[in-house]
């Protein structure tokens, strides 16, 4: 690649053709800049990119919209798309106790048989409270595992939280910061048309529809994107962003450059910058997710999303997305989320289709082995960053040391977890960081 010197000054190069790695380099074309997206992978969208699931055009990793997702709504229009959010009555289950439940509303909460009523009421409070608190700085100063202890009692966090906490993060469940675990309850929430009634929505055609459409707008305003082309090394001297060099050797220049890569791999980019550059980005722990995806006959339940607290099955919970997305057979997500390090992660997929099947078949056991159609495994070393306690100080500025070098993940929008609005939300600030640096 050869970019020539008048491009040069005003070039944006991006780093990862995520949600956020797109929504930057469009919302820096948008400004005037000449960008230029570099993608390790074979197509945009990161998390949110589909594959050909036995036919059928999907996401690789499961995504919905909430009520709250405004960000996301406002760049659909902005885009042509509106109307392609189509909102659906959802509603969640709790498998306990070798039973399936109802659960997510006041009357399945009091229905429910693995509580008692003090201690359905000190649940039902934090729930609600939730919803309606906005300041979390002190929440994360303390554990998800205290926060729930001192609202719900330590019989109903063993019971109900821990299982849940501890198949997702592992060694790392007592560390999770509340305010990470405050936002998602927040958020789901508040995504209710009415106390009793939870509305999720979905886009029509799937997320790919919101990933293609910001990339041939890019494409429009004479951005490039390049897929298959990793980044090995950021460049920068005397202080300043020279741009990149890729993999294959070819180096991209630029005076601005936007990483919105998981963190983990920016480290690596960063090998030749001093230590105490990279520590804090090196402290930042990430967990992986093996995802095995069934295309079945039959419906699983009712619900969207069934959290699973037993000791028979080695996952949290599992998503029936054809509950969200009318689809033309049951789409089931099961993810096992762990550690790299876990010696379960490097299993073989037949292994995590078996325990896949086993878990969908104690919710439903009317599943058998005809109604199977097809199955997918999906592995992503760096999944869901870990947000410790205290994990707002830990987290650089997007704006690096480095004059022209901003790096994000999703992890800097916490507390709130990764989703395509905050993605969204969170690059508009990273391009427009570009001009204001500019201007100062």
Known sequence: MSFDGNKDANRVIVIGAGPMGLAAAYYAAKAGRAVTVFEADDRVGGM?????????????????????????????????MNGAMKWVRTTMGFYAGGALYDWGDPIALLKFPGLNFIEKLRYGMQAFTSTKRSDWRNLDRISAEDWFIAWCGRSVYERLWKPLL??????????????????????????????????????????????????DAIRKTGGEIRLKTPVRRILF????ALGVELASGERALGPHVVSTA?????????????????????RIKNIGV??????????????????????????????????????????????????QGNPKFSRPDADFVSDAL???????????????????????????????????????KAQTAIRGLQIADTCFYYPEDRGVSESVKFARG????????EAA
Request: aromatic share 10%; proline share 6%; hydrophobic share 45%.
């Open 48 to 80: 949110a990119a589909h594959f050909d699931f036995d036919g059928l055009s999907i996401e690789r990793f499961y995504h919905f919209c909430c009520l709250s997702d405004v960000d996301t709504l406002a760049l659909m229009d902005e885009l042509g």
């Open 166 to 215: 501890a198949l997702k993060f592992y060694d790392h469940a007592g560390e999770i910061s509340a305010a990470w675990m405050w936002q998602r309850i927040k958020r789901l929430g508040n995504s209710r048309k009415s106390l009793f009634e939870e509305r999720l929505g979905y886009i029509e055609g799937g997320s790919e529809r919101l990933m293609i459409a910001l990339a």
């Open 237 to 240: 001297r005397d202080g300043a």
């Open 262 to 282: 998981p963190i983990p791999h920016v480290v690596d980019m960063l090998a030749e910058a001093p230590a105490d550059f990279t520590a804090p980005y090196a």
């Open 290 to 339: 093996v995802c095995v995806m069934a295309k079945l006959k039959k419906s699983v339940s009712p619900h969207f999303w069934v959290n699973i607290s037993d000791a028979r099955v080695e996952i949290p919970g599992l998503v029936e997305f054809s509950n969200l997305r009318p689809l033309p057979n049951t789409i089931v997500y099961v993810p096992f989320y762990m550690p």
């Open 358 to 396: 086993a878990a969908i078949r104690l919710v439903n056991p009317g599943i058998g082995e005809k109604d199977v159609i097809a199955t997918h495994v999906g592995r992503l070393r760096y999944a869901q960053p870990v947000c410790e306690v205290g994990f707002s100080a830990m987290i650089p």
């Open 430 to 437: 990273l391009a427009a960081a570009i001009s204001s640096a």
